[in-house]
């Protein structure tokens, strides 16, 4: 079974560009987490999709925005990029059945915004 | 006060020891718990659920504590590849949902 697969696997931007996020959950889930992580902090939840709808969001401002795709693929948006927003950004599936409390992680992206 | 607190360590340990890691978590309605392993520049990788009774997975050992609201880790027997940053992850379900909440790690630094 695959894994949850994210690209790119490093991003750099400078301020104001908007910035594309993509993430393959393991196959045949239908549940997308984002998480950002920035340097010395927690990951924070950022957005949740499951069945191509946005089903709970984070504190975060709108320029975060994302959406899922009918094959349950998944897209983070960043517009109006600011410096706060290098991080790392990852995205995870639930694990299935009685496990669906876990996350299983992909790679994550690094995004540097310059 | 933050939804999950850790020590952020780093806890500078030799190989062979025994080392513990608290976490407390403010929402008492908390559902769940995990402790997960991150490698420096990796993602995070589930170590193992926490179960009310305690649970044990080799020289791991979790332990839930509701009354006050914390949960620990206990790693025994300390290896070097043992060195990496442990999250404390505790899920609420707000409305059914699943929202993980993390905390933002201890270090872990086993040494010759």
């Known amino acids: 079974e695959a894994g949850v697969t994210q690209s790119p696997t490093h991003l750099i931007k400078t301020r104001g560009q908007q910035a594309t996020l993509r993430c393959s959950p393991i196959s045949g889930h239908t549940s997308v987490y984002w998480y950002q992580q920035a340097l010395g902090l927690g990951l924070q939840f950022l957005l949740w999709y499951d069945e191509g709808e946005e089903r709970n969001r984070g504190n975060f401002p709108p320029r975060f925005s994302g959406r899922q795709f009918p094959n349950y693929s998944s897209e983070l948006n960043v517009n109006a990029l600011e410096l706060e927003d290098s991080a790392l950004y990852l995205c995870?599936?639930?694990?299935?059945?009685?496990?669906?409390?876990?996350?299983?992680f992909g790679p994550g992206t690094r995004l540097l915004v310059l | 006060r933050k939804e999950v607190e850790q020590d952020p360590g780093p806890f500078n340990v030799p190989e062979g020891a025994t080392v513990a890691f608290n976490c407390t978590y403010s929402n008492s309605a908390s559902q769940s718990f995990f402790w997960y392993r991150q490698d420096c520049r990796k993602e995070p990788k589930l170590l193992m659920s926490v179960y009310s009774s305690g649970n044990e997975d080799g020289r791991f050992t979790a332990q839930l504590n509701r009354a006050s609201q914390y949960i620990s880790l206990l790693i025994r027997d300390s290896k070097l590849s043992d060195s990496a940053t442990y999250l404390c992850v505790v899920n609420g379900r707000p409305g059914g949902s699943y929202i993980p909440t993390f905390g933002r790690g201890t270090s872990l630094i086993v040494h010759p």
């Open positions: 995870a599936s639930p694990g299935a059945g009685g496990s669906r409390e876990t996350q299983y």
